[in-house]
T-cell receptor
């Protein structure tokens, strides 16, 4: 059974650019969440989607957005990148609702220069 | 406001020893407490989880102890092995009775098991 797949694994972007990250959940999992991981702040919740609806959003600026498609695949977008956006972005999916048993992907390492 | 506090930040244990990581939470609405293990270059992997209606859960060498009145829970790794060297995160979420659909994580503990 395939796990949570995140693409790309690594990204280098310049300040001011925008970026789109992709996540394919485990087959049958309809809940997809995104987390930002940094050495200073740890793992912080970005948003959660279920059946194409955002059910919760973390305390991040509006530059961070996401969406979920009908096949449960999800994307997150960060516009006007800042140096502080450099982080590991993790996607997690679960078959349960609400929110138990999350399986995480390996993440996308974003570096903003 | 840090809702889940984890300690210690780092831990060094000899092979065969017991590793103990502690977490404390503030929000009494939390009703699901998982532990995740993360190796470098990988995402966190669910290790073991507990709900507040039990005081202890054991899976192999890993045990969660839960103290609802103190709002604390801990992970015990028995017979620690070098392969257990990783970062461990405790987390909490609200499930039944109204969910916020997210995990709140502790800051993590870097465990090193010396051979």
């Amino acid at each position: 059974k395939a796990g949570v797949t995140q693409t790309p694994r690594y990204l280098i972007k310049t300040r001011g650019q925008q970026v789109t990250l992709s996540c394919s959940p485990i087959s049958g999992h309809r809940s997809v969440s995104w987390y930002q991981q940094t050495p200073g702040q740890g793992l912080q919740f970005l948003f959660e989607y279920f059946s194409e609806t955002q059910r919760n959003k973390g305390n991040f600026p509006g530059r961070f957005s996401g969406r979920q498609f009908s096949n449960s695949r999800s994307e997150m977008n960060v516009s006007t990148l800042e140096l502080g956006d450099s982080a590991l972005y993790l996607c997690a999916s679960t078959i349960y609702s609400p929110g138990y048993g999350y399986t995480f992907g390996s993440g996308t390492r974003l570096t903003v220069v | 406001q840090q809702q889940v506090k984890q300690s210690p930040q780092s831990l060094i244990v000899q092979k065969g020893g017991i590793s103990i990581i502690n977490c404390a939470y503030e929000n009494t609405a939390f009703d699901y407490f998982p532990w995740y293990q993360q190796f470098p270059g990988k995402g966190p992997a669910l290790l073991i989880a507990i709900r507040p209606d039990v005081s202890e859960k054991k899976e192999g060498r890993f045990t969660i102890s839960f103290n609802k009145s103190a709002k604390q829970f801990s992970l015990h790794i028995m017979d620690s092995q070098p392969g257990d060297s990783a970062t461990y995160f405790c987390a909490a979420s609200i499930g039944s009775g109204g969910s916020n659909y997210k995990l709140t994580f502790g800051k993590g503990t870097l465990l090193t098991v010396n051979p």
